[in-house]
C-alpha cells in the first residue's frame, strides 16, 4: 500500500473538469495524509478530509514561507516566483500582520459597497461592447479578463493600457510550464514596472491604494520599497487572475446546468448564496494552499513531523462530504458558507470582499441582459486551465 | 476578553450582570485579519474599523434574530477571533 501511494505524483490530473482529480474521494476515505511526490522528487502529505485541512491553516505553526526547508513546491517555475515573494501572502506572523494590515482598510465591506457603482458601470459596458462583437466570441478576453482588471487597476491606480503586459506576466508566472529563466524576467519586467510606478506615485500622489502606500507607509519607514513592490504584485496578480477564472468558470458552470440558472435568474435574492456555491464547487486555486511544518505536530491524531511540507487540497476540502452532502452536485439552494475557496486561516483571501461583489454583480446581471447566452462550441472543444496555478477555460466562445 | 472598540461601551462589559440563556460575543481584534466575513454574514453584529478594517463589535449580546448570523460569522471567521459564550 505505501509504495503505492509513494507514486501518487501531484498535481493528479482530473477527468471531469468540474469535478477535481478522482483519486481524492479515494484518499479522503482510505489515505487523507497521502505522500505524494512532486516534480523535484519530494513527498509533502496531500491533505484532502476539510477538517484537517482547517486545522492545518489555521496554525501558527504550520509556515507558509516557501524559502523553508520542506516548503513543497508544486512548479519548477513558481518556485522561483514564491521563493522572491516577499509580500505578506508569504511571510508568518507577526510579519505578515503588520504588513497586511496597511491594505485591510482598502477591502473592507464599506469600501466595496461604495464602489459597487463603479464595477456595475464596467460591467454594463462591457456586456454592451461584447454583445455587439460576432457570434462565438470568446468571453475571458472580452468580459471576465478586463472586468476585473479594470476593477484592480482603478483601485490600484496603475493605467489599464498596460493590462497586456501584466496578463502576460501572469501567464508566465503561474504556468506549470515556465522555465525558471522566463519567470525570472518576467518577475524582473514587473518589477521595474511596478517601481517606476511607485516613482510616480511618489512624485506626484492620486486617489489610488498604490499613492497611499507610498505615503503612509515607504515615506515613514514603515515598508522597504522591495517589500511594497511584491504587495502591489500580490495586489495586481489576485486581483485579476483569479476572479478571472472564476466569472468564466462560473458563467460556464450555470450554462452547464440550466436548471440552477433557472433558479437564480427567477429569484435574484438566491444570488449571495449561489456565489458561495459556485466558489465552493469551482475551487479555483486546485493547487495548495501548501506550508511546512515548524515543529512535530498533532493535525487531529497524525502525527507531522518538523520540516514535512503540506498540501491542502482546496477543491477536496469543498467536497468533503462530512460538511457537503452528495458534493459533486450543485445546488445553489445548497448551505455552502462553510468553504474554503479563499483559504482559511490569516492567510485567507484579503480581495475576498471585491469578489464576491463582482461575481454578485455579473451571475445577477448576465444572464438577464443576455438571456439567450449559450456556449458557441462543443463542451469536449473548451481548454481547461489543467495547466494553471488557477484553474478556468482558457477560451469561453459564447453565443447570445 | 474586552472589546477594544470604542463604540462597544454602549454595551454591557462582560461581568455586568445579563439575562440568563443570553448569547454573549467576544472578539479579539489583534487576531483579526479583517477579511469582512463577519460583516457579510451578520451586519446587525459586526462592523469593521475604517481606519484599518478590524472587527468592530456592535453588540455583546446580540437579539435574538441575529443569533444565528452570529454563529456563523464565528463559524466562519478565518482567524478564529470571534466566541461565542453560551451562558
Sequence with gaps: ?400 | MTCLSTECTSFPWPGEPTESNVMRITVNRLRCIAAGQCVLKSPHVFDQDEQDGIVVLLTENPAPEFEASARLAARVCPSEAITVHDE
Excluded at chain 1, 71 to 80: A, L, N, Q
Excluded at chain 1, 275 to 288: A, D, K, N, Y
Design chain 1, 1 to 400: 500500500m505505501s509504495q503505492t501511494v509513494a507514486e501518487l505524483a501531484y498535481p493528479m490530473s482530473r477527468t471531469k473538469p468540474f469535478n477535481p482529480p478522482d483519486g481524492y474521494a479515494d484518499l479522503r476515505e482510505h489515505e487523507p495524509f497521502a505522500r505524494v511526490r512532486l516534480w523535484d522528487g519530494t513527498y509533502p502529505y496531500l491533505l484532502t478530509k476539510f477538517d484537517d485541512i482547517r486545522a492545518v491553516l489555521s496554525n501558527p505553526q504550520f509556515s507558509c514561507e516557501p524559502n523553508r526547508e520542506g516548503f513543497p513546491h508544486v512548479f519548477e517555475g513558481r518556485m522561483v516566483a514564491d521563493k522572491a515573494d516577499r509580500s505578506f501572502l508569504r511571510l508568518d506572523n507577526p510579519e505578515h500582520d503588520r504588513l497586511r494590515r496597511m491594505v485591510t482598510k482598502e477591502f473592507t465591506v464599506r469600501r466595496i459597497e461604495q464602489l459597487t457603482p463603479r464595477i456595475e458601470e464596467s460591467m454594463d459596458r462591457l456586456i454592451t461592447q461584447y454583445s455587439q462583437l460576432p457570434q462565438g466570441a470568446d468571453f475571458v478576453e472580452h468580459f471576465s479578463a478586463p472586468l476585473p482588471t479594470e476593477i484592480i487597476t482603478f483601485l490600484l491606480g496603475i493605467p489599464y493600457e498596460d493590462h497586456q503586459f501584466f496578463h502576460e506576466a501572469t501567464r508566465i508566472q503561474f504556468g506549470s510550464k515556465s522555465t525558471p529563466p522566463e519567470v525570472r524576467k518576467s518577475l524582473d519586467d514587473l518589477f521595474n514596472y511596478l517601481d517606476a510606478l511607485i516613482t510616480r506615485k511618489d512624485r506626484e500622489p492620486q486617489d489610488d491604494i498604490v499613492s497611499r502606500l507610498v505615503v503612509e507607509q515607504l515615506k515613514p519607514g514603515h515598508v522597504d520599497r522591495l517589500t511594497l513592490i511584491n504587495i502591489v504584485r500580490l495586489l495586481l496578480s489576485a486581483g485579476h487572475q483569479t476572479t478571472q477564472n472564476m466569472t468564466a468558470l462560473g458563467v460556464l458552470t450555470l450554462l452547464q446546468h440550466p436548471d440552477q440558472l433557472a433558479l437564480i435568474k427567477s429569484n435574484p435574492e438566491m444570488i449571495p448564496g449561489a456565489v458561495e456555491e459556485l466558489l465552493r464547487f469551482s475551487s479555483v486555486l486546485h493547487v495548495g494552499a501548501r506550508r511546512v511544518a515548524l515543529e512535530d505536530i498533532d493535525v487531529n491524531g497524525k502525527l507531522v513531523k518538523a520540516g514535512e511540507g503540506v498540501i491542502c487540497s482546496i477543491p477536496a476540502a469543498n467536497r468533503d462530504p462530512d460538511l457537503f452532502p452528495d458534493p459533486d452536485r450543485l445546488d445553489v439552494e445548497r448551505d455552502a458558507a462553510r468553504h474554503v475557496a479563499f483559504g482559511f486561516g490569516i492567510h485567507q483571501c484579503l480581495g475576498q470582499v471585491l469578489a464576491r461583489a463582482e461575481l454578485r454583480i455579473v451571475y445577477g446581471s448576465l444572464f438577464n441582459r443576455l438571456p439567450n447566452l449559450r456556449l458557441a462550441v462543443p463542451f469536449e472543444k473548451l481548454r481547461f486551465r489543467h495547466d494553471m496555478f488557477v484553474y478556468g477555460v482558457h477560451e469561453l466562445p459564447l453565443a447570445w
